[in-house]
């Protein structure tokens, strides 16, 4: 079973009025300070690498925590205007995406690298 198809109802539930799913794929969060870049091991223990689904609306990027009975939890929500940029920050096996905000604080997302040029393209419009 694909992800949108299986986590669909529950994203649906937390959608805005006029606001509709773009893709929704798999993945984790990704250390983007240079202590838990150093220390990898480490990041397994924080938020900064947590396994996650990823949803992209016409309006926010939504991040559920993935839980291990396979539950998600809403755990981020980004409108897009707060976006200040976004990049491919891939690696040799997987795709990734950087997201700087307006507020400076920057995220990273880990996802297959199929998806990555798609989800960056349509963050870039």
């Not at 509709?20 to 990898?40: E, K, Q």
């Not at 990734?96 to 870039?124: G, W």
Request: proline share 4%; aromatic share 8%; hydrophobic share 40%.
């Amino acid at each position: 079973m694909s992800l949108t198809n299986k986590y669909e109802g529950r994203v649906m539930s937390d959608l805005e009025v006029d606001e509709y799913i773009i893709t929704i794929a798999g993945g984790r969060t990704a250390p983007t300070n240079w202590v838990m870049n150093l220390f990898p091991e480490i990041s397994w223990l924080t938020k900064d690498n947590m396994p996650i689904v990823f949803v992209l609306t016409n309006h926010r990027i939504l991040v559920y925590k993935l839980h291990l009975d396979s539950e998600i939890t809403l755990a981020m929500s980004v409108h897009r205007k707060d976006i200040k940029d976004c990049i491919e920050a891939n690696g040799p096996l997987n795709g990734a995406i950087q997201l700087t905000l307006k507020d400076s604080q920057t995220f990273k997302f880990v996802l297959k690298k199929d998806c990555v040029p798609e989800i960056v393209l349509e963050l870039q419009e």
